[in-house]
């Protein structure tokens, strides 16, 4: 667990463990010579992946972006993935109760992302963070309903009873959540997968989603195989690196399991990489 302050705001990096994802797939093209060199594979071909969440709070809210996997995995997926389940222990371990949360940010509405937005109780999902209002794009719930090559990911207890309730709010792209936290649609992953932005004192956080899943995925070209639109998730990086590395922004990581957070720029071989060390107390 990671805390910094970005000017009145409070981020503390909170984890729901740690999963597994086929290095092929996460790599995409990318040969394996060439990603093994990053990241730790097992006999399976598989790479320890992290379900990195973040909370934002101030003097009057608490906002969670991202809910991991959760514990709702059907037997099979949990034999392929594994279900660390921990996300609402380190809330905990943070001083962080599910009723304290007012706001859910999800990216997106793939398993690994809406897992914890729901429990089931008495037999029906029902929210885990009950005094919250739930946030995701309009365009993202359509496409889980459309069964689409990605079908396998989306768990539509995770959200269809948040939206049937009117607690999950459906976004029409680009918007403010409330000042100084907005999201932004960043195409390629999925067609409408939405990155939130925290931005206080002069200071900007980015919580990048599946675009630029870890620290092993910057450079532009090493993109999923997990990614619909892949020459869409290049160019959506080209105009992430456009403004953020300029801009100083901070970049939250969703699935690398050491390093929630750090500030990309480029080395003076044009490769990109981490160029600045994050201060945190933990």
Not at 5 to 30: I, W
Not at 57 to 82: A, S, Y
Request: hydrophobic share 35%.
């Amino acid at each position: 667990m990671q805390r910094l302050t970005l000017g009145d705001f409070e981020l503390t990096a909170v984890s729901d463990g740690d999963y597994f994802l086929d290095g092929g797939a996460y790599f995409g093209v990318v040969p394996k010579v060439l990603w093994e060199r990053k990241v730790k594979v097992d006999e399976k071909n598989r790479v320890l992946t992290g379900l990195n969440s973040v909370v934002v709070r101030n003097d009057e809210l608490t906002i969670l972006i991202e809910t991991g996997v959760g514990n709702k995995l059907p037997e099979k997926m949990q034999k392929i993935h594994g279900m660390p389940a921990k996300l609402l222990d380190n809330l905990q371990a943070a001083g962080i109760s599910p009723e304290e949360v007012d706001i859910v940010i999800n990216s997106h509405l793939h398993f690994d992302h809406c897992g914890w937005n729901t429990v089931i109780k008495d037999g029906k999902p029902v929210p885990t963070f009950p005094h919250a209002v739930y946030y995701a794009q309009e365009g993202e719930w359509q496409h889980a309903h459309e069964g689409q090559r990605d079908s396998v990911s989306y768990l539509h207890d995770n959200y269809d009873p948040l939206v049937e309730s009117g607690q999950m709010k459906l976004l029409k792209g680009d918007a403010e959540i409330v000042p100084g936290i907005s999201v932004r649609i960043y195409p390629g992953h999925t067609r409408a997968m939405q990155a939130i932005l925290v931005q206080s004192g002069g200071q900007t956080a980015c919580y990048i989603g599946d675009l630029i899943p870890t620290t092993a995925h910057l450079d532009l070209n090493w993109v999923m195989g997990f990614d619909l639109y892949p020459l869409q998730t290049i160019e959506s990086r080209k105009k992430y690196y456009a403004e953020s590395i300029p801009g100083k922004w901070l970049t939250m990581f969703t699935h690398d399991p050491e390093i929630p957070w750090g500030y990309v720029g480029k080395k003076e071989d044009g490769k990109m990489a981490l160029t600045r060390e994050v201060p945190v107390v933990t």
